[in-house]
């Protein structure tokens, strides 16, 4: 914890967390930067001024198991948790789609190219938003697997 107004945070797996604890949203960004540093689960977002280009390289598949770069559209790291029938890619259609697993374009920093599983997340949006069924899957197995 960073008693500061500023807002930011940071967490890299398995080794550390941090986050402002003195402005609107750190009980958000507690929560967001433990998702990275606990279950290894990356950035959804791609539009903030806090963004990476060269973050992940064209052709190869993120680690992290919240986002995809979709080089296998049948085999979707996520495809147990996929919604029946809905396409992947997903259209960014919030009304027919906005409350199912999916693959919609956009994450890692990237507006195209990598692909998150629903149209928000924790690790998407700043607010108010639960963690996806995928990322609320890779932190209970992570539980699981500190826990056997």
């Not at 914890?1 to 807002?7: A, F, G, I, P």
């Not at 606990?38 to 064209?58: K, M, R, T």
């Not at 559209?73 to 396409?87: D, F, I, R, S």
Request: with cysteine; charged share 20%; proline share 6%.
């Amino acid at each position: 914890m960073v008693n500061t107004s500023q807002y930011g945070g940071g967490g890299i797996y398995n080794f550390y967390s941090v986050f402002a604890t003195d402005n609107e949203y750190d009980a958000y960004l507690a929560v967001h930067e433990f998702g990275h540093g606990f279950a290894g689960l990356g950035d959804e977002y791609y539009s903030s001024q806090v963004a990476y280009s060269d973050a992940y390289p064209p052709g190869v598949e993120p680690w992290e198991p919240n986002i995809t770069a979709l080089l296998d559209k049948e085999n979707v790291k996520w495809k147990a948790l996929l919604t029946a029938g809905v396409p992947c890619p997903t259209p960014e259609d919030k009304e027919k789609y906005g409350k199912v697993v999916g693959c919609f374009e956009g994450a890692g920093y990237a507006a195209k190219g990598l692909f998150r599983p629903m149209i928000d997340c924790k690790m998407f949006s700043k607010g108010y938003a639960a963690f996806c069924p995928v990322c609320a899957k890779a932190i209970s197995d992570m539980i699981d697997f500190h826990s056997e």
